[in-house]
């Protein structure tokens, strides 16, 4: 900005990095906004400027992330709901700020801490507001995108929305359908690592059916059942919050009771039952992430999640071995967290179980720190020992196996002179 002043040009900086900085919180990127024309910035900052998005004006300048230099502009008109036919450079702070979405994202501070703020923005920051700058519906419906960048601010920052804003967020949902999937994937994954993210699944049900139309006929089922005092949508909520802020947990606990509402029987009691309800949560888990283009390893991750969230999980090594073997460490300790934000969502009554979680947790700690063999890497017999005893190809691979299982269940030992005598006798 200093550089950029002693040249002769107006430098702000705006954005997430004033609000979070008169918020008191440590800002995650740097935005400046300026006079300067692109071209002039490139050349101010050479080599250290590239032109990231030049057609909007946009110069990342330094190392590391670096910092977004944008020049002053306004967009032209939205035909799609996604991007202006152009933009349109200025010279004028103000007319930027205006086209920015929310007013506390539209105040600008320059080097000396002077602060330019046209909208209010301030005063919305210390009420804890989120307001669409200008007439809310048209901003939404120039870019659907700002609904969800809304709700992900409001869960993130524990911010209310200002009604006239709430309520064209809501007639302007269905543009959503417009916006490119990444996009959506990245707003709603924000939406979900907020530490507000309660308020917000239970206030939008509305606007996030849009792109996750699976989730609207959890929202209000009633699951008749003494484990469970909410109903399917607050539990799946509670229990989102409940769980870590990593991506995977939290869209694990979106999914994990989708199923709910398609396998819902009553008994001659009255009592809700949902049996299988995790098969039903995988295939529409398994819909939402390919519609949301997941990559093949969270996918993967979540789906296993999902799965196996209700089964039981028995205090045995043993048992400890087999999931170990089965999903690999790390997902293992996925599941525990998994199940202690279910658990912590569900009525009070029944939150005795979180001690077996924290048992099981322990075995697990102590099998692995054992270094107890649950893996062919571990086994005590290799491939060649297994071929010297005259097997070729998959049988090859097939003895490792069942000998990794005899293991593991400890029907034998790890010790490799007592694992070949067995292959010899009761394999081969
Ligand atoms: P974060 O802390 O997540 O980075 P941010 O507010 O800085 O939040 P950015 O995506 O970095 O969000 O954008 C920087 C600024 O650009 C925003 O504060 C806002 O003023 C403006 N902006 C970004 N996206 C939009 C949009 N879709 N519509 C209008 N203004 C936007
Ligand atoms: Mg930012």
């Known amino acids: 900005m200093a550089r950029l002043e002693a040249a002769g040009y107006e430098a702000w900086c705006v954005g997430g990095a004033v609000r979070d900085m008169l918020l008191g919180r440590t800002p995650g990127d740097w935005d400046v906004t300026t006079g300067a024309l692109p071209e002039a910035v490139v050349e101010l900052f050479a080599p250290r400027a590239l032109p990231t998005g030049l057609r909007h004006g946009t110069v990342t300048v330094g190392g590391g992330r670096g910092v977004e230099v944008t020049t002053y502009r306004v967009d032209g008109t939205y035909l799609d709901s996604r991007h202006p036919d152009h933009v349109t450079f200025t010279r004028s702070l103000r007319e930027d700020l205006a086209r920015r979405d929310f007013t506390v994202n539209a105040i600008a501070m320059d080097l000396r801490g002077e ?43 524990g911010f209310s929305i200002e009604p006239g804003t709430d309520s064209a967020i809501r007639r302007c949902a269905p543009l959503l359908r417009k916006i490119a999937t990444e996009r959506i994937r990245e707003e709603l994954t924000g939406v979900l690592l907020g530490e507000h993210v309660l308020e917000v699944l239970l206030s939008y ?78 295939e529409k888990g398994s819909a939402i992430l390919d519609r949301l283009r997941f990559d093949h390893q969270s996918k993967r991750t979540i789906l296993t999640l999902v799965e196996r969230h209700d089964a039981p999980l028995t205090l045995s090594e043993k048992a400890v071995r087999r999931n170990l073997s089965r999903y690999g460490e790390e997902t293992v300790r996925l599941l525990l967290e998994v199940k202690r934000a279910d658990n912590l969502a569900q009525a009070e009554r029944f939150r005795d179980r979180l001690g077996l979680l924290d048992q099981w947790e322990a075995l697990l700690n102590l099998v692995l720190e054992q270094g107890d063999c649950f893996t062919l890497r571990q086994l005590a017999v290799k491939g060649n020992d297994v071929m010297a005893l005259g097997l070729r190809g998959p049988a090859v691979g097939r003895c490792l196996s069942a000998l990794l299982e005899l293991v593991i269940d400890e029907t034998l030992p790890n010790d490799r002179e007592i694992l070949l005598d067995y292959a010899k006798e009761k394999l081969l």
Do not use: N
């Open 115 to 157: 602060i330019a703020d046209p909208f209010g923005g301030r005063e919305d920051l210390e009420r804890g507001v989120l307001r669409a700058v200008g007439e809310a519906e048209r901003r939404f419906e120039e870019d659907a995108l700002r609904i969800l960048r809304g709700l992900r601010f409001a869960s993130r920052l």
């Open 205 to 282: 049900p509305d606007v996030l059916g849009v792109p996750l139309p699976e989730v609207l006929p959890a929202v209000g089922f009633d699951q008749r059942s003494p484990y469970h005092c909410y109903d399917v949508w607050e539990h799946t909520a509670r229990a989102v919050a409940a769980a870590k802020p990593w991506p995977v947990l939290r869209w694990t606990l979106l999914l994990h009771d989708l199923g709910k509402p398609d396998t819902f029987t009553v008994d001659g009691e009255g009592r809700g039952h949902f049996y299988g309800h995790w098969r039903k949560s995988v």
